[in-house]
T-cell receptor, first 112, second 114 residues
Framework: SAVISQKPSRDICQRGTSLTIQCQVD?????MFWYRQQPGQSLTLIAT?????????ESGFVIDKFPISRPNLTFSTLTVSNMSPEDSSIYLC?????????FGQGTRLTVV | GDSVTQMEGPVTLSEEAFLTINCTYT??????LFWYVQYPGEGLQLLLK?????DKGSNKGFEATYRKETTSFHLEKGSVQVSDSAVYFC?????????????FGTGTRLTVIP
């Protein structure tokens, strides 16, 4: 299993600003995943982050809006840039186990 | 592509009632199936899983059986408690072929009243 610490747990931000979300894992993992959960909706994969290479973004998500860092095998950050109210969501990081995925507790972002 | 269709909520039940939350899937490979639960104010937690056809996942009184013939993975519990109030997500992934990301259903909010 893996224990994931994600912070901040919540934030209220002004539109046009940026927020960086941190994700720390208690073991070394090859891939880390970032998801978005918009209000009343399911989780959508934003990108996959491998250590030592650029993140791979899913359709509809771009690096300029959601830059990701992966400096080592236990840590990753996701930045939500130039925020608008439409970015208000829960953002979760995840790592894969052998047969299941593990999730952080999420960051609840409200953009005003 | 792979996808999950989940019964929409919200669902409100009285304590000790029987719960069923329907989930069907579409997949090109041989996916593993999961139910995740999100309690108020918390992150996603794995509730149960099944990795091949006819497997039954179970945890905390919840059960779900991987039915390949009907492409379903319905969640059931015989007697719900107030503490089961949460959002439940059905999901699939095909870890064996290297498709590591999860496809989630839209989630079903369950409220159990005393």
């Amino acid at each position: 299993s893996a224990v994931i610490s994600q912070k901040p747990s919540r934030d209220i931000c002004q539109r046009g600003t940026s927020l960086t979300i941190q994700c720390q894992v208690d073991s070394q993992v090859t891939m880390m995943f970032w998801y978005r959960q918009q209000p009343g909706q399911s989780l959508t994969l934003i990108a996959t982050a491998n250590q030592g290479s650029e993140a791979t973004y899913e359709s509809g998500f771009v690096i300029d809006k959601f830059p990701i860092s992966r400096p080592n095998l236990t840590f990753s950050t996701l930045t939500v840039s130039n925020m608008s109210p439409e970015d208000s969501s829960i953002y979760l990081c995840s790592v894969e186990g052998v047969t299941e995925a593990f999730f952080g507790q999420g960051t609840r972002l409200t953009v005003v | 592509g792979d996808s999950v269709t989940q019964m929409e909520g919200p669902v409100t039940l009285s304590e000790e009632a029987f719960l069923t939350i329907n989930c069907t899937y579409t997949a090109t490979g041989y996916p593993s199936l999961f139910w995740y639960v999100q309690y108020p104010g918390e992150g996603l937690q794995l509730l149960l899983k099944a990795t091949k056809a006819d497997d039954k996942g179970s945890n905390k009184g919840f059960e779900a059986t991987y039915r390949k013939e009907t492409t379903s993975f319905h969640l059931e519990k015989g007697s719900v408690q107030v503490s089961d109030s949460a959002v439940y997500f059905c999901a699939l992934s095909d870890f064996r072929t290297g498709a590591n990301n999860l496809f989630f259903g839209t989630g079903t909010r369950l409220t159990v009243i005393p």
